[in-house]
Structure formats: structure tokens, C-alpha cells
């Protein structure tokens, strides 16, 4: 017999613990979302921030691209992968692009904003983005193109709803 599937509320919890266990905090993304955010959106709070990363990680398909990301990412750390894609996952080879194309599709939730965000953020390797970037501290391959990714997103849902607000008041 087939196990029954985790619920939602079990994903989410999971999809926590794994980003924590992987050095990721919920305020790490936020911090990028802050920052995304911040010139755009002058009286954005740190709350607002932390909600919509937590929005984010709440979606299924967002919550299985990490489970697919970290899992790599572990794989490759233990050297449990097939050659050639241990040694292309471990060195994060720069023509690899498997890693972003399952960042996109947590970016493609959020419209095309979420695109040129977490292009701009990759390129930046802002904040937590950094510290996964450095291979001394693990194999992040994924992970940090997928913090990218959510982050993005979160930034994008934030504008979305921004822009909803202000067309709502002028309507008033």
C-alpha cells in the first residue's frame, strides 16, 4: 500500500527544516527582499518582508524545487552522484544552467518582475546569496539560486500588492 502524501502545513514545516538545516533562515531571504524592495517601496517593514517569503515558501511547487534542489546539493556533497554530474554539480560549472532553470520556476509563479529580480540578485549575490556562493561553505549549487529565486518572488508579490493598494486608493 502507498503512503498517504504529506499534507501541506507537514511541506511547509519540512521545507523550514531543510533550509535551516542547509544554513537558510526565513529572515536570511527576507533581508534580500529588503533589500530588492527598499527603493522602490520606501515605507516597506521588515514584517511585510517576512510574510512574503513565508507566502512563497508556502506554494507546493515551490516547496518541491527545493526538496529537488537541496537533495542534489546533498548528493553531491557526499559524492553520491554519477560522473559527470558530481563533478559539474560540486564545482557549480558556470555552463550548467539546471540550477537556474529550477530557480525560473519558482520566479515564473510571480510574473516577469520575479525574472528581472532574481537576475538582478544573482548577479549581485547579496547577503546570504554570498556566503552559499562560496564553496567552503558546502555544495550550494542549488540552493543559492533557489534563496535567489524565492527571494525574487517575495519581491515581486510585494510589488504586485503594492501596486494593487495605490490603484485602490486612487479609485477612492
Known sequence: MRASPLNSNQCYEQTLELLQQRGVEVADIADIVMFLQKDYIPDLSWE???????????KREVQNALFTGIQLDILAEEKKLLTPLQDIIETDEPLYGIDEVLALAI?????????????????????????????SFGVHTFLDDLVGAIAAAASSRIAHRHKQKAEEQECM
Open 48 to 58: 511585510t518582508c517576512v510574510e512574503s517569503v513565508q507566502s512563497v515558501l508556502k
Open 107 to 135: 520566479v515564473n509563479l510571480y510574473g516577469s518582475i520575479g525574472f528581472t529580480n532574481y537576475g538582478y540578485v544573482d548577479k549581485m549575490k547579496y547577503g546570504k546569496l554570498k556566503d552559499l556562493n562560496d564553496k
